[in-house]
């Protein structure tokens, strides 16, 4: 197995071309001659352990910072709109619960008076029963009263 080399530069070698920093193969059948290697170093100069690759990737994870950063603001603000919807559903909610909390108070007399006046009906019922007893057996009275010779009982 050949020995390997960075360079600051591109490096094509047959049919495969090394983008700086990347590993290309010096010596042996399809590696790059040592005159090569040397003239390249000479034009280019040594490498410093920094690729395109490493760009690249810097790049990437810039732009990659910048996305998040962009995804956070807004989730930021996605957060602070729902932290005032929460707050405006929970005063919502307390003022439905005393509204509720009144409504069965309400409910609770309502249903007092009810049982009150439904007590009040069932005594005038009565006294409208005994009233009409009471008819009757007047009806009756006065029809005997009215009676040829009724009016001696």
């Known amino acids: 197995m050949a020995d390997k080399h960075r360079f600051n530069a591109t490096v094509n070698l047959g049919s ?9 193969p010096i010596g042996g059948k399809t590696g790059l001659p040592k005159d090569e290697v040397e003239r390249l170093e000479k034009q280019f100069g040594k490498w410093q352990g920094k690729s395109a690759s490493d760009d690249e990737k810097l790049a990437r994870s810039t732009a990659e ?9 807004q989730l930021e603000k996605d957060k602070e709109i729902l932290a005032a919807r929460a707050k405006e559903f929970a005063e919502k909610n307390t003022a ?19 049982e009150v006046l439904a007590t009040r009906v069932a ?15 007047l009806a009756a009275r006065v029809g005997e009263l009215e009676k040829p010779g009724g009016a001696s009982k």
């Not at 495969?16 to 290309?24: C, H, I, Q």
């Not at 409208?128 to 007893?133: G, N, P, S, V, Y």
């Open 16 to 24: 495969t071309s090394y983008a700086p920093g990347d590993a290309v």
């Open 65 to 73: 910072n910048k996305e998040l950063q962009a995804t956070v603001a």
């Open 123 to 137: 005594n005038l019922e009565a006294s409208l029963t005994q009233a009409r007893d009471d008819n009757t057996d």
């Open 96 to 114: 439905l619960t005393s509204e509720k909390r009144d409504q069965e108070a309400s409910l609770r007399q309502l249903e007092e008076d009810n």
